[in-house]
């Protein structure tokens, strides 16, 4: 195996295990935002739920294709100007 390919490897599993525990706190949010509402607090969890898996289906198909019809720095660009600008919506 290429040294490369290894070092990315690595890199890969660092990354994903630390990758911070998005579910399990945005349901502590939302119970405590929607304490009183249950109804509500089951359509939160379903949005979250549904959110949170586009995401993380969607967004590496976008840098794939990115990836496949420019150069991967543009990638690297888009993706980082889309979590500033998700970062920012929360603000």
Excluded: C, N
């Excluded at 390919?5 to 579910?23: H, R």
């Excluded at 949170?52 to 496949?68: A, D, K, Q, R």
Aim: charged letters at 10%.
């Amino acid at each position: 195996m290429d040294a490369a390919i290894a070092m990315l490897l690595v890199a890969a599993a660092v990354a994903g295990a630390f990758t911070p525990p998005l579910g399990p706190t945005m349901r502590v949010l939302w119970a405590k935002i929607l304490h009183r509402r249950q109804p509500l607090l089951h359509t939160a969890y379903a949005l979250d739920s549904v959110t949170e898996e586009v995401v993380l289906t969607v967004g590496p198909l976008v840098v794939g294709g990115l990836i496949v019809v420019a150069v991967p720095l543009a990638a690297m660009i888009t993706v980082t100007a889309l979590i500033a600008v998700g970062t920012a919506a929360r603000l």
